[in-house]
């Protein structure tokens, strides 16, 4: 089994490096230990059935047992391609749920005392709160697609750090796009921008690097989320609030699947389905005032026979 393993891996050239990465980490620390002297002849339904169950009895999440099937699932459907096997035994076996993680929203006070609190870093804050971006995209973002007049960053470049390494390349085709930010923003970016080159990177690390998430979290982001009294706090849960403050604003599925560059505007609602909650009501009170509207005429229309009726009797 491993060395099928091995030629999965070695077989999928097109693979992002982190992708890679994050397939190799599964492969050597769930699948090898388990799997790895097994013959693929031996794999059955209730052997991984059990391997499944087991890892949801260590208190595995939901998610991870799936990623682990997941992987466990794509190296069977390469042995039946290579016609090493002729069935992908995982497809009959039952997944555990996965738990939906609770997201946190910050509202604007809260905003303000993460801003207050970070040190000289509030253009950081305030740009991942009120545009979205994600952290790659944040640490990609050059000079270049900075458009004060027009009030825009155009997202074109990711940087990433995988296994240490600083992977920079362009976003998928659908997370292209122009990001709206507030005008607030306009002058602190234009004193922040001065002096920088087209190419150079607008946000970089305390000591003028490329930004990393470990970094800027160990020198000052987490320090600053627990003195506003949110520890625990990440960048990527900013986006969460970005929508939050977007929507509270009137603004519509559409707007901000494009600003956070979700593929499409059913995955905003997947994700943020009880930040439109707004919406119910509003429909409730409509229906409500229409409802009104129906009886009030019904009742005058039902009035309105009763007296032709009347009338109709008394000629008689």
């Not at 069977?76 to 738990?99: H, M």
């Not at 790659?136 to 009030?151: N, P």
């Not at 292209?176 to 923003?185: D, G, H, I, K, T």
Request: hydrophobic letters at 35%; aromatic letters at 6%; charged letters at 25%.
């Amino acid at each position: 089994m491993a060395k099928v393993a091995e030629a999965w891996i070695a077989g999928n050239p097109s693979w992002e490096k982190s992708t890679r990465t994050r397939y190799e980490g599964i492969v050597r620390t769930h699948i090898k230990p388990v799997w790895g002297e097994i013959r693929l002849s031996d794999l059955t339904h209730d052997t991984i059935q059990d391997w499944v169950t087991r890892q949801v009895e260590a208190g595995a999440a939901g998610g991870t047992v799936r990623k682990n099937l997941g992987v466990l699932s794509q190296i069977c459907d390469y042995a039946v391609v290579s016609r090493r096997i002729a069935v992908n035994p995982c497809l009959t076996v039952k997944r555990p749920k996965q738990g939906l993680a609770g997201r946190r929203y910050l509202s604007g006070l809260e905003v303000e005392r993460l801003a207050e609190t970070s040190g000289g870093n509030w253009l950081t804050v305030m740009v991942l709160a009120y545009c979205g971006l994600r952290f790659a995209e944040l640490a990609g973002l050059q000079v270049s697609g900075v458009h004060l007049s027009r009030r825009r960053f155009q997202i074109e470049r990711t940087i990433t750090e995988v296994d240490g390494t600083l992977v920079i390349k362009a976003p998928k085709d659908h997370q292209r796009r122009s990001v709206p930010f507030p005008e607030f923003l306009v002058k602190p970016l234009t004193e922040h921008l001065e002096g920088k080159g087209a190419d150079d990177e607008v946000f970089t690390s305390t000591r003028g690097g490329v930004l990393r998430v470990r970094n800027m979290r160990r020198d000052w982001w987490d320090a600053s989320a627990t003195a506003a009294e949110r520890s625990g706090l990440t960048p990527h849960e900013m986006r969460h609030t970005a929508a939050s403050l977007a929507v509270s604003q009137g603004a519509s599925v559409l707007a901000v699947q494009r600003m956070l560059g979700h593929d499409k505007p059913s995955t905003t609602l997947d994700v943020y389905s009880d930040l439109f909650d707004d919406d119910l009501d509003e429909v409730a009170t409509r229906l409500d005032s229409a409802r009104a509207g129906f009886a009030t005429a019904y009742s005058l229309r039902t009035d309105g026979d009763c007296e032709e009726g009347d009338s109709q009797r008394s000629s008689v």
